[in-house]
């Protein structure tokens, strides 16, 4: 059966894993009893939650004489590294592009990818049914892209295919009347326009893993392309390692993909897309050989992680009262964990009770902080801050690019909170009374930005940024949040009368009835300096009674606070208190007294 290795590459939202999806229904993969309803190639709860894709999933279908191995690749810049490694693995790529949207700074980074490791592009135009869809407008941009990220003639020379996944339509016209059901038109152009897998059965033995995959059972599992020759469950091979040693280790289980399963298989030859486990420690890049011939394939590169923050055990006051995981030994056989199958992140030790975490943005880091919450983690969190790289005595920081589109009216004030952290605007154009901004900026001016945008631009604002590279570093002081912090100096629970008498000091994070301990952030002062409060005080009492004084307290909403929010919210003397249930805000010095001497001296 001839084979075709694709990887459908997009920015954020445009529609990657919906198209997966439909293609995989329309394909005839599936029985004709089998229940189709809830398909998804997103399996994990957190990708479900906030429709993105955090890990980057292989299928498969076969469709006429053809098996079509597909990788669905994460959207986010912090995930971009494994977009990268995977077109180690393929021949071509699937660009969906957004009809109305265009091309977008994620559209640029992953291309940019594709092109120079030499994959001939397929462009599906989706979300067609639009009202304001572009079409033509849209693979103009594309073109523009292209040309500007120096295309061979032959990449140049692209397909496109106009499709709505969420209906499961498309067509091979940008007139709408013409989209008909399912997506043939499109695999019958992956078997026409990709080429098939280089690489040569006879030859011996070369794999290399591009992702790993971590199970209880075998430990570690390499995912990759078979590059040449044959391999075999209990083969002898050589494991070439990145520091130049080898490793002879016994081939325990091989795996390939059918739809959304993972099947064991009993060999696979050049061009297959497989996981093989048995080697504990596998790592991506490495090369596996025949015994006989040992010849290692060209490293892959792997993303530094440009941002870094300390994880550690709980130190509240209410520390055991929610999470059932809590001892640091727990804690660090949970980041090593983690460690076994993404290998952009980081763990080092920071002191016996924290370890130092470094991944690629707030996202990443994010996501691995909410995964560990949900299974029942206490844990403590720094502020995240950029990793600072020396050469030559130099300082260099991680720059980014960033565009954004807001409504006229709120450009001045994005423009000019920007202008305080650091940004170079690069280009600035207007759609339909959107105004589209391309900045370039420092990684750390980025801290904290995101829920300031969202307000400023009354929560109609699109921000996306990607890594740029590293430069000199400036002295300018951003990333620090400018108003302070309502503090509770006291313990028990908060009461309505209490908050009543704080709102016009500022915005409260708590409502009535919250327990809350010394040194718990509980609001958002109204001015730069930070304030002591009490939260728990009642009301005094009396045995008279005024007429009119007894009416009920109104309190305002307070302020939601979500894991992400708290994040970019916090300053370098404050931590997030992570707990299955509760997300608290509190100073790294809890009591009020031996804070106010600690500041005195700084």
């Known amino acids: 059966m001839e084979k075709r290795n694709v990887a459908i590459i997009a920015h954020v939202d445009h529609g990657k894993t919906t198209l997966v999806d439909e293609i995989l229904k329309s394909s005839g993969t599936f029985r004709e009893n089998e229940d189709v309803s809830n398909v998804s190639m997103d399996n994990n709860q957190i990708e479900k939650e906030r429709g993105i894709t955090i890990l980057a999933k292989t299928t498969a279908i076969n469709y006429k004489d053809y098996r079509i191995n597909i990788l669905d690749t994460p959207g986010h810049a912090d995930f971009g590294g494994e977009v990268e490694r995977i077109m180690n693995m393929v021949d071509g790529v699937l660009l969906v592009v957004d009809a109305y949207e265009g091309t977008m700074p994620q559209t640029r980074f992953v291309l940019k990818k594709a ?64 989209q008909t059901k399912g997506f043939t038109g499109l695999l019958d152009y992956i078997i026409s326009e990709i080429p098939a897998p280089s690489g040569d059965s006879t030859k011996p033995l070369q794999f290399q893993p591009a992702l790993l995959d971590y199970n209880d059972f075998v430990g570690r599992i390499g995912i990759g392309r078979v590059h040449n020759g044959i391999i075999k ?76 923050m300390t994880i550690g055990t709980n130190t509240s006051p209410f520390c055991g009262k929610d999470g059932k995981l ?50 029942g983690f206490e844990l403590e969190v720094s502020k995240p801050k950029v990793i600072i790289k020396e050469e030559n005595g130099v300082k260099l920081e991680p720059y980014e690019e960033l565009q954004i589109e807001c409504p006229e009216d709120t450009v001045g004030s994005v423009i000019e909170q920007l202008g305080l952290r650091g940004a170079t605007m690069e280009t600035m154009t207007n759609v339909n009374s959107q105004v589209r901004l391309v900045y370039t900026i420092p990684s750390r001016g980025l801290i904290g930005f995101t829920t300031n945008f969202l307000t400023l631009t009354k929560g109609y604002g699109i921000i996306n940024h990607s890594f740029k590279e590293y430069r000199e570093m400036v002295s300018v ?83 939601p606070i979500s894991l992400e929010y708290a994040l970019d919210y916090i300053n370098a003397d404050e931590l997030v208190e992570v707990t299955p249930n509760f997300i608290r805000l509190r100073k790294r010095i809890l009591n009020t007294n031996d804070r106010k001497k600690f500041d005195s001296r700084n």
């Open 233 to 308: 469950v209990g083969q002898m091979v050589t494991c070439m390692r990145l520091d130049g040693t080898t490793k002879q280790f016994r081939v325990q289980k091989l795996f390939g993909y059918l739809g959304l399963k993972k099947i064991e298989i009993e060999q696979a030859e050049a061009g297959d897309i497989i996981a093989v486990a048995g080697l504990a420690d596998i790592s991506v890049g490495e090369t596996l050989c025949d015994t006989t011939n040992l010849e290692a394939l060209p490293k892959l590169h792997i993303d530094e992680p440009t941002l870094q």
């Open 477 to 559: 002081d951003v990333g620090e949040r400018t108003l302070g912090v309502l503090v509770s100096i006291d313990a028990g629970k908060s009461t309505a009368y209490s908050i009543g008498g704080l709102e016009d000091r500022g915005v409260m994070f708590i409502e009535p009835g919250v327990e809350v301990y010394e040194g718990m952030i509980v609001g958002e002062h109204s001015r730069e300096n930070d304030l002591a409060v009490n939260v728990t005080k009642g009301k005094n009492l009396t045995n008279t009674r005024a007429s009119g004084s007894d009416h009920t307290v109104v309190l305002k909403r307070p302020r």
């Open 326 to 375: 809590l001892t640091a030994r727990k804690i660090e056989e949970r980041l090593i964990k983690e460690t076994q199958r993404d290998v952009s992140l980081k763990v080092e030790p920071n002191d016996a009770e924290s370890w130092i975490v470094s991944g690629r943005g707030e996202l990443h880091l994010g996501i691995l902080i909410e995964n560990m919450r949900r299974e």
């Open 115 to 178: 092109l120079a490791a030499g994959a001939k592009p397929i462009v599906v135009i989706n979300k067609v049914d639009k009202p304001s869809a572009r079409c033509r407008e849209v693979v103009d941009e594309v073109l523009e892209l292209f040309m500007e990220l120096d295309a061979t003639d032959e990449q140049l020379d692209f397909k496109v295919i106009y499709a709505s996944a969420i209906n499961g339509t498309s067509s091979l016209s940008d007139d709408l009347s013409t």
